[in-house]
T-cell receptor
Framework: DAGVTQSPTHLIKTRGQQVTLRCSPKSGHDTVSWYQQALGQGPQFIFQ???????QRGNFPDRFSGHQFPNYSSELNVNALLLGDSALYLC???????????????FGPGTRLTVL | LAKTTQPISMDSYEGQEVNITCSHN???????ITWYQQFPSQGPRFIIQGYKTKVTNEVASLFIPADRKSSTLSLPRVSLSDTAVYYCLVGDMGPGGGADGLTFGKGTHLIIQP
């Protein structure tokens, strides 16, 4: 059973460019959350997708957008990249089934984005 | 979500028991306490979750006093591979809570020495 997978593993962009990151959730999961983790900090919640819609959003500007596909996979898009967007971007999957045990979120290995 | 306070770093030695305490004075009635572990360049990994008293699994134990204003993660007989950052999270994350976005603090950097 594959866990959460993310691609690419590393990415280098320049200021002003746009980037798309991809995530495939753990089998059986229907909810995908995205987090940004700057060096030395804890992960910060960006947004969550369920049933192909954004359901929750953290304190991030609308340069950050996303999408969820019918197979539950998801993309994170960041426009007009800033130097401060350099971080590890983590995807986590879970299920909103009310029978789910403890609503644990399973994280992928992340995509390391460097903005020059 | 309730604010949490935990030590920035801790040191211990192989074979010792390590206890990491987290303060959450404003915990709400529906809130659960959850701990995640993160190794460098990896995503966080769920360790344990509890609501009150004591919870134990194959990895750790979680002790929660009656007032629930703090909790202690206990790692028995640590090894070098337990060196990681440990995050304490408090929120409505229990069964049926809906798996909403998680709020992480800076965590506790645990360093295990030989």
């Amino acid at each position: 059973d594959a866990g959460v997978t993310q691609s690419p593993t590393h990415l280098i962009k320049t200021r002003g460019q746009q980037v798309t990151l991809r995530c495939s959730p753990k089998s059986g999961h229907d909810t995908v959350s995205w987090y940004q983790q700057a060096l030395g900090q804890g992960p910060q919640f960006i947004f969550q997708y369920y049933e192909e819609e954004e359901r929750q959003r953290g304190n991030f500007p609308d340069r950050f957008s996303g999408h969820q596909f019918p197979n539950y996979s998801s993309e994170l898009n960041v426009n007009a990249l800033l130097l401060g967007d350099s971080a590890l971007y983590l995807c986590a999957s879970s299920t909103k089934s009310r029978g789910a045990y403890n609503n644990e979120q399973f994280f992928g290995p992340g995509t390391r984005l460097t903005v020059l | 979500l309730a604010k949490t306070t935990q030590p920035i770093s801790m040191d211990s030695y192989e074979g010792q028991e390590v206890n990491i305490t987290c303060s959450h004075n404003n915990i709400a009635t529906n809130d659960y306490i959850t701990w995640y572990q993160q190794f460098p360049s990896q995503g966080p990994r769920f360790i344990i979750q509890g609501y009150k008293t004591k919870v134990t699994n194959e990895v750790a134990s979680l002790f929660i006093p009656a007032d629930r204003k703090s909790s202690t993660l206990s790692l028995p007989r640590v090894s070098l591979s337990d060196t990681a950052v440990y995050y304490c999270l408090v929120g409505d994350m229990g069964p049926g809570g809906g798996a909403d976005g998680l709020t992480f603090g800076k965590g506790t950097h645990l360093i295990i020495q030989p």
